[in-house]
């Protein structure tokens, strides 16, 4: 038995102008995975330097549902480039300590290149159905490892980039039909590159198409892949329920107080009483990180409103904390932009009825423009920060 060479793969459609054109597509897709990525990290907890408020009001349901959506769209992406270079694997290294070392170099970064974009596609996917198989936190690992994903595809650019502007240079007539790469392998009766572009695109649409009603309400009924189907009690879906966040019997509890804490100053309130408060009524969305976003119309008291029961200004931030026993997201902190905004509600119904126990009985946060871990639900505890 021998290794396998080069030449033993031949298929017509592989060569650099397919890699070329399915990378370049790919470039786009995850360069926009990224940014939105990037976006959404810095709205999880925004730097004061950052310029995020609660208008525009649906942008993070828009950015976030990019982000899943070009997620999903680089992975048949992704799957036909490695084919397409995958006979590379086994092209012998060059003589020479100088060009073996170059060479080795090369080899190095577009090992960290795939291993780097595989790592996102297959952590933020596994994200999306809360599948979580591993013992890192799934946020930073996720951030870091885009950093050293969108870095190593910047350099893989531009050393590829004379090969890519060749591929996009008019097609000598050698070719024939297009199809080849100019090897001289073609094989008759194999799919041509064109052919495998296609179908790499089509894919690529076709995954997007089956999940983004997830986060486009009028694909929905299409979207039979979608992980949240968009339905789930009063019409919204559940991320997580009151059971699994062991929040059932604080949540029921008769003698249930909201307590508002700013210094020494501490007002508390039954939620007869948080009803008997002015209420407001708004139309937002809850986007939540993992793609799914959906509008809802929600009536409560404006936390600003509340701020004022205890002296404190409107533009405050605020800690909240939940009743939650179990799990991640128990506190959230709203920064003083968002309380400033009178829709920024402590909510109290959805769709004109009592919030039902799995979307945040007896009372839950909903700003407008936040990511939707940060719309604490079962909320015991609103504090003024010093
Ligand atoms: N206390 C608490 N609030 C929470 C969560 C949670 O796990 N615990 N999940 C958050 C997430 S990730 C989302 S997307 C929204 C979803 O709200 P819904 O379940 O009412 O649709 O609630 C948020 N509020
Ligand atoms: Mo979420």
């Known amino acids: 038995m021998r290794l396998p060479r080069v030449e033993d793969f031949e298929a017509r459609a592989r060569g650099p102008r397919l890699t070329a054109r399915v990378g370049t597509w790919l470039g786009v897709a995850f360069g926009v995975c990224f940014l939105t990525g990037m976006w959404s990290h810095l709205q999880y907890d925004p730097p004061a330097w950052a310029p995020i408020g609660p208008r525009p009001t ?21 799957l036909v480039k490695l084919w397409s270079v995958f006979p590379r694997l086994f092209a012998r290294p060059p003589a020479g300590l100088r060009r073996l070392a170059l060479h080795a170099l090369e080899r190095w970064s577009i090992a960290v290149l795939v291993a780097s974009a595989l790592f996102q596609l297959v952590t933020g996917l596994l994200n999306v159905v809360q599948w979580y198989p591993w013992s890192f936190s799934f946020r930073p690992a996720h951030e870091a490892v885009a950093w050293v994903a969108i870095g190593s595809i910047l350099v893989h650019v531009a050393v590829k980039l004379p090969v890519v502007r060749q591929t996009f240079a008019p097609e000598d007539t050698e070719d024939g039909d297009g199809d080849g790469d100019g090897t001289g392998a073609e094989r008759a009766g194999a799919p041509g590159r064109r052919a495998v572009l296609a179908t790499a695109l089509g894919a690529s649409a076709v995954a997007t198409v089956l999940t983004v009603g997830q986060s486009v309400p009028w694909l929905r009924r299409v979207s039979v892949l979608a992980v949240r189907d968009g339905t789930g009690p009063q019409g919204l879906p559940i991320n997580r329920t009151a059971r699994a966040a062991g929040a059932v019997d604080a949540a029921t509890d008769a003698d249930f107080r909201l307590e508002v804490v700013h210094g020494d100053r501490r007002v508390t309130l039954s939620r007869a009483e948080l009803a008997a408060l002015p209420q407001r009524t708004h139309r937002l969305p809850i986007a939540c990180v993992e793609g799914w976003s959906r509008s809802a119309t929600w009536t409560g008291v404006a936390v600003r409103d509340l701020l004022e029961l205890v002296g404190a200004p409107a533009a405050s931030t605020v800690r909240v904390t939940s009743m939650q026993t179990r799990g991640a997201f128990a506190r959230s902190e709203l920064p003083a932009v968002f309380v400033e905004d009178h829709r920024t509600l402590l909510a109290l119904e959805l769709e004109g009825e009592p919030l039902d126990l799995d979307h945040g009985f007896p009372c839950r946060i909903i700003a407008p423009n936040r990511p939707g871990v940060l719309q604490t639900k079962w909320v015991r505890t609103l504090e003024v920060r010093a």
């Open 58 to 78: 649906s942008l993070y349901r828009w950015t976030q549902g990019l982000h899943v959506a070009t997620g999903i769209a680089c992975v048949p992406l992704l």
